[in-house]
């Protein structure tokens, strides 16, 4: 994998990462039709940065094999679980660390 | 429009409901046929990274794997209403498992035993996560990005 891979991997996963705590902010609101549940700022926000995200993995994926994706994406999850922290309030409990280290401990395993 | 803080307080609201929930197999089993929706669009990515930039190749896989992001996009705004979005996305992880059975089919990659440990031991971590008790959850007013302070 080049350098050029890996920062067009880490920008990407940095863009969903944010997308996911604005996503999450726009589900949880109550709105008067189903339509609106994705016709509105947060949620189409969120999709465009997914969009913005998805250039960017596919522009990484060029000089890599297909299965490492997941691997430089895992970051995402320790990512989110401190974002998810600080801008929606969800508690990081002994269970969700414990996990997310062992996932990432999973991934690892499956990567070296 | 309502007004904001109403708003606001319907969102206590119902966070503190959702709380109460423990996680349920069947929402989890819906989150995980999600993620197996959200693999495929990695398939098509790497289908259209074949091709060359914008050629006709390059724009039907990609075309795809935006149709395929479009339905994973609305199943996943209903699903993570459900859960903590940080509960949520670690399920995300189990994609390993989904990517690697692909990666063979699809691509013919290699599959060794310890793509297989590895596998197994992100299925634990994603147990674990899953297995989380919510009751005590929202008791405590943690995370200062809230902005619930009157």
């Given at each position: 994998m080049k350098a050029v891979n890996l920062i067009f991997l880490l920008l990407s996963i940095t863009v969903s990462s944010f997308s996911q705590i604005i996503l999450k902010k726009g589900a949880d609101r109550e709105y008067t039709s189903f339509i609106r549940e994705y016709l509105n700022?947060?949620?189409?926000c969120g999709y465009g940065m997914m969009f913005l995200a998805t250039v960017l993995t596919?522009?990484?994926y060029s000089g890599m094999e297909y299965k490492n994706a997941?691997?430089?994406?895992?970051?995402?999850?320790?990512i989110v679980l401190v974002l998810s922290f600080f801008f929606l309030g969800e508690p990081i409990t002994r269970r969700k660390v414990l996990g997310t280290v062992i996932i990432l401990c999973g991934i690892l395993v499956f990567y070296i | 429009m309502k007004d904001s803080r109403t708003e606001l307080q319907t969102e206590k609201a119902e966070k503190l409901k959702k709380a109460e929930k423990r996680i349920?197999?069947?929402?989890v089993l819906f989150l995980q046929l999600i993620v197996i929706v959200f693999t495929f669009s990695g398939v098509a990515a790497k289908f259209a990274s074949g091709h060359p930039f914008f050629s006709s190749g390059f724009i039907l896989?990609?075309?795809?794997?935006?149709?395929?992001?479009?339905?994973?996009?609305i199943l996943w705004q209903q699903i993570i209403k459900r859960f903590d979005l940080s509960v949520a996305y670690a399920n995300r992880a189990m994609a390993i498992l989904w990517?690697?059975?692909?990666?063979?089919?699809?691509?013919?990659?290699?599959i060794s035993v310890q793509n297989v440990i590895g596998v197994l031991i992100v299925l634990v971590g994603t147990?674990?996560?899953?297995?989380?008790?919510?009751a005590e959850h929202y008791e405590?007013?943690?995370?200062?990005?809230?902005?619930v302070k009157k």
């Open positions: 700022v947060r949620v189409i596919v522009l990484a997941p691997v430089i994406e895992s970051l995402g999850y320790a | 349920t197999w069947k929402n896989f990609f075309g795809i794997q935006i149709a395929i992001l479009g339905v994973y996009a990517s690697m059975l692909w990666a063979a089919v699809f691509f013919r990659e290699n147990i674990v996560i899953n297995t989380e008790r919510k405590t007013d943690s995370g200062f990005g809230k902005s």
